[in-house]
């Protein structure tokens, strides 16, 4: 309503409200009679009016003014007046706020003493002091984020909750969890209004969604939330692992794919991270001391916690812990069961059946004998029951809203971290898999365990996680269910699917076309080619040439060839030239690279064609193509072909190619020709063409033509020359003018200008009167200078200071800045410096300056220690590196010990290394042992490596087995077993559901088996 009114004010070309009250007072067939004040608060406030009459009045009064049909604004507005009044504003005020329905967790209950308050008291802490300075910013009208980092159990949530309390009465509290968090965000995040704030309880959920496109929608739409003032302000607080923060804020690699790009740009560009330390400091534990008196939960806390770990104890994390080490089988299989579903990507809700069904594989043959036949339903009740007054570790979760969801249960999340860990490396047995493709709830749960399996070799369970979730409406899953059918050969199937995925979202891919093709549908397949270049991707269309050049279509190659060139391809078009030149046809070839520079305004198939020309000794013909492309402004060729001559030691040849280039007159040309003369020696040609350049009014030129003159000794001509390239606002200029203050021993009036230079982009002349300074023993004048330039942008400056100190002698003075620099985030700067210390013999400096640098330098001058053959030296670093948190140094420290013939170390720390995330370490191990013989000792880690979810490791143990059984040689087609044995070939059915392969299904000896027994002898070990 607020926005159709201003836009009627804007219609109305925004009359004062002064005029407007007075024509609406006058006005007896206008129901209100509101006030100046009241008519500007209708049209500019946030505030609802409460008046109807009066919202109409002005409404009708603007409408005149715009033009409008009276009686259409008349219904329009007071429609609109109505749902605004009745409607409910997103989220609960503060005032009625429940901490529980927030997700506090629950504190725990001390044995014959009654609590004071639903919550313990409560111990502040310095990341309180953080969050509390960021929310008052928040009620002072700034729209923020504040995500809390931390461990489970550490205090994040509570921290939130008691932030709150300093929220004036009129804020309210938007909690999205209906239907599903992602869900609630993706449908009301529209309605949120000022002083909200939107609370993100762990908000790997919301970021971390299993459909990427939805991850990415939250984070858009939060960025907008945040930057939209007339929302402002907004409170968004969020908690998170860290195992989950570090993925969603780490930059990828350059040129990969940046799949968490918006969710980076929401946490660590809008965002600030707060983090929640594990432990209570000394000075925590005094003030948790003071108000322990009150409190028997936080004295029982203090009493019992180990290592400082109170808001774990108080959360029941002991007992918890207790409860499922000291559990039955049957009990501890459910809780495994939950482990399992909820590290390999299902949601936070687990349906009784999934965990039931799953659970019996986790047993023993004997221990499911030992058991009544009613034991899950006696194992559920003891996983749910309360430790201490918090929730046990399966908690069931409530139907929402009346709805009959079925039952489900929630596991606790400690238990939830802890197995992420502890049950990293392992794979969840067959039962687990066949639960999942019978109960899987919704299709994200669905494509999460698909892709879980897919991981760990099991494609054919893989398969029917994907066809479920296309069942349930997941049409994105189409793609990967076309490589699961074309990798068991199943091309039609595949074909079928990528088919089906054009139809739905009509985007071009290169498997269609390919496929098309390969199925005897060349014109369908062209077709799309055609379609996929119309959508930015003329790849398919070289692509595609490339087979049928195979197929021994020359013809159709070429003609899609062209095609492809027509679209911008610059290198297609380059090839196009050069295969014409090669076989003769100068013309095509000639007018191939104009058409190039034509589309895409590059000279590289131009350029191509002009080197070509020079080397068959056609100089004519090349000179020809450089006239040509500088008549069109283009100086490339030209710079080209007189470098190719320049080269060759023909200098008057390289002068006319240059010459040539010139003529066009363009400044670009004439300064990049005099750089190329100056760099020959030719400092006259340089001036001649900076001389034209200047004519044509560039600075640049003006510049350069300055430094010329310098060099030449021709001071006062420079000194001209700069003042006008000064004067016309070229910085460079400026900066050239201050250092020959600076000769002139004016030091002051040449910082203020090396200082205005700066400000402008310009550093260079700082970094020389810092050089001049140190030289002259004015330390401080050097540091001052440096720090300058390093403001300013030029983050080489510290390291150029402590380049030259590093030089002097003063190698502690280097550290300092080097330290210095590495705070401010030049983190190359470390690196370089270690080496520098360890090739002067300083090995304990280096180590001093990696330690600063962390783990990722501790890793590099291990390296270089272990290169100079010192191995426990450098084992000793990559220890640290590995204790840092860098995997590949538990991986390194896995090569060693192998190599030392400690074979058990090195795959302990391989072990340790995937736990952590760098399962490759596993295969590498695997990779040693295979070279050395010990085929059963290789195919054991291997398999470990598939079932820690390494699915490259699948194609090394096809290679290995299949040199004694050559049905292994088909692993990588049709995976394991869900109980990790060979599987036998299968193929999509009619129902399209995975099945298996006629002639493959009787009689098929699938054993060995990944968990069966092994004959022994069969497989040569090292022991």
């Excluded at 590290?343 to 809700?349: M, Q, S």
């Excluded at 296309?470 to 091309?491: C, F, K, M, P, S």
């Excluded at 985030?825 to 400096?845: C, H, I, N, T």
């Excluded at 143990?957 to 692993?971: I, M, N, P």
Aim: charged content about 30%; overall charge neutral; glycine content about 10%.
């Amino acid at each position: 309503m607020k926005d159709y009114l201003y836009q009627l004010y804007v219609e109305a070309g925004a009359p004062p409200t002064q005029r407007m009250a007075v024509e609406i007072e006058q006005d007896d067939a206008l129901p209100g009679s509101p006030s100046k004040a009241t008519i500007h608060r209708i049209i500019s406030s946030r505030e609802l009016p409460a008046a109807q009459e009066d919202v109409v009045s002005v409404a009708l009064a603007l409408a005149r003014g715009a033009g409008r049909n009276p009686a259409e604004v008349d219904t329009r507005v007071r429609r609109m007046w109505v749902a605004a009044h009745f409607a409910r504003p997103l989220g609960t005020p503060v005032s009625d706020l429940d901490p529980f329905a927030l997700e506090v967790h629950r504190a725990i209950d001390v044995p014959g003493e009654q609590p004071v308050s639903r919550l313990p008291a409560y111990v502040p802490r310095d990341h309180d002091t953080a969050l509390g300075a960021l929310v008052d910013r928040a009620i002072d009208g700034e729209s923020l984020l504040v995500t809390l980092v931390g461990e489970s159990s550490t205090g994040k949530t509570r921290a939130c909750w008691e932030a709150l309390e300093r929220l004036p009465a009129d804020w309210r509290v938007w909690h999205p969890f209906d239907p599903t968090r992602p869900d609630a965000v993706l449908v009301h995040l529209e309605e949120v209004g000022p002083q909200t704030v939107i609370w993100l309880n762990e908000a790997q959920h919301y970021l971390l969604a299993p459909d990427a496109r939805t991850a990415e929608g939250i984070a858009a739409g939060l960025r907008s939330v945040l930057t939209d003032r007339s929302r402002s302000p907004v409170l968004v607080l969020a908690t998170i692992w860290p195992r989950f923060w570090e993925p969603l804020t780490a930059p990828s690699p350059t040129g990969a794919y940046d799949r968490y790009e918006q969710q980076r740009k929401l946490l660590t560009g809008l965002g600030r991270c707060i983090e929640v330390p594990r432990a209570f400091t000394e000075t925590d534990l005094r003030r948790a001391r003071r108000k322990a008196n009150g409190d028997p939960r936080l004295a029982s806390a203090l009493k019992g916690a180990s290592h400082g770990e109170i808001t774990q104890f108080l959360a029941g994390v002991p007992e918890l812990m207790r409860r499922y080490l000291c559990a039955a089988p049957a009990e501890k299989a459910l809780i495994h069961a939950a482990m399992d579903y909820r590290r390999l990507g299902y949601g936070p809700a687990l349906p009784h059946e999934l965990l039931v069904e799953a659970a019996e594989g986790y047993l023993k043959e004997h221990e499911l004998g030992l058991r009544a036949g009613d034991w899950r339903e006696e194992a559920l009740a003891y996983c749910a029951l309360p430790c201490h007054g918090v929730p046990g570790p399966l908690t069931p979760v409530p139907p929402r809203g009346g709805e009959d969801t079925g039952r489900t249960y929630r596991l606790a999340d400690y238990l939830e971290q802890h197995g992420r860990v502890e049950r990293r490396l392992m794979c969840p047995p067959a039962s687990f898999w066949e639960a999942a493709i019978r109960h899987c709830a919704g299709t994200d749960d669905s494509v999460a365990l698909a892709r879980a399996a897919q991981r760990r070799g099991r494609l054919k369970v893989a398969a029917a996680l994907y066809e479920n979730a296309l069942n349930e409406g997941n049409a994105d899953v189409r793609t990967e269910l076309a490589r699961l059918a074309e990798g068991v050969g199943d091309v039609v199937k595949a074909k079928e699917c990528h088919e089906a995925a054009w139809a739905a979202d009509r985007r071009a891919r290169w498997e269609l076309v390919r496929l098309r093709q390969l199925l005897g549908e060349p014109g369908r397949a062209e077709e799309l080619a055609h379609e996929a270049a119309n959508q930015g991707d003329s790849t398919s269309l070289t692509r595609l040439a490339r087979l049928r050049q195979e197929a021994g279509d020359d013809e159709g190659a070429q003609r899609l060839t062209r095609n492809a060139a027509a679209r911008g391809r610059i290198r297609t078009y380059a090839g196009l030239a050069r295969s014409r030149e090669e076989v003769g046809d100068r013309g095509r070839a000639e007018t191939l690279a104009f058409l190039a520079l034509d589309k895409t305004g590059s000279t590289y198939a131009l350029s191509d064609l002009v080197g070509m020309r020079e080397k068959a000794g056609d100089g004519a013909a090349a000179e020809h193509l450089v006239r040509a492309a500088a008549d069109r402004g283009k100086v490339r060729p030209a710079i080209r072909l007189a470098g190719m001559r320049w080269k060759a030691g023909d200098r008057q040849g390289a002068t006319r190619a240059l010459d040539l280039a010139a003529e066009s007159g363009s400044i670009f040309a004439l300064t990049e020709l005099a750089r190329l003369k100056r760099r020959w020696g030719d400092v006259d040609g340089a001036e001649r063409f900076l001389r034209a350049a200047v004519d044509q009014g560039s600075t640049v030129a003006l510049t350069e033509l300055a430094r010329l003159r310098e060099r030449a000794g021709d001071r006062q001509a420079a000194l001209g020359l700069y003042h006008r390239a000064a004067g016309r606002g070229n910085t460079d200029a400026l900066a050239h003018l201050a250092l020959l203050r600076e000769e002139e021993g004016a030091g002051e009036e040449a910082e203020r200008m090396a200082c205005s230079a700066a400000d402008g982009g310009s550093t260079f002349a700082l970094l020389e009167l810092a050089w001049l300074r140190e030289q002259s023993s004015d330390r401080e004048g050097a540091e001052r200078l440096a720090r300058t330039a390093h403001r300013a942008g030029n983050t080489g400056a510290l390291v150029l200071l402590a380049r030259l100190r590093e030089k002097a002698g003063d190698s502690s003075g280097a550290e300092d800045l080097v330290l210095q620099a590495a705070a401010a985030g030049d983190s190359r700067v470390l690196k370089e410096f270690v080496v520098r210390r360890e090739k002067g013999g300083d090995s304990e400096g280096a180590e001093r300056l990696a330690s600063a640098g962390g783990g990722a330098v501790l890793l590099q001058l291990a390296g270089l220690w272990e290169a100079e053959g010192r191995q426990a030296e450098a084992e000793r670093l990559y220890r640290r590196a590995a204790d840092l948190g860098q995997t590949h140094a538990l991986g390194e420290l896995a090569r060693l010990r192998q190599q030392a013939g400690d074979n058990e170390a090195a795959e302990d720390h391989a072990a340790a290394a995937a736990r952590a995330g760098h399962v490759e370490a596993l295969s590498d191990l695997a990779h040693v042992y295979a070279r050395r013989g010990w085929a059963g000792d290789a195919d054991r880690l291997y398999r470990a490596a598939i079932d820690a979810g390494y699915a490259g490791a699948l194609t090394h143990l096809a290679a290995l087995r299949g040199q004694s059984d050559a049905r292994w040689e088909h692993l990588p087609r049709y995976g394991l077993t869900a109980d990790g044995g060979l599987s036998d070939p299968w193929c999509f059915g009619c129902s399209g559901k995975p099945e298996p392969s006629a002639g493959h299904c009787a009689g098929h000896d699938a054993t060995p088996r990944g968990h069966g027994p092994r004959p022994a002898g069969t497989y040569p070990t090292r022991r």
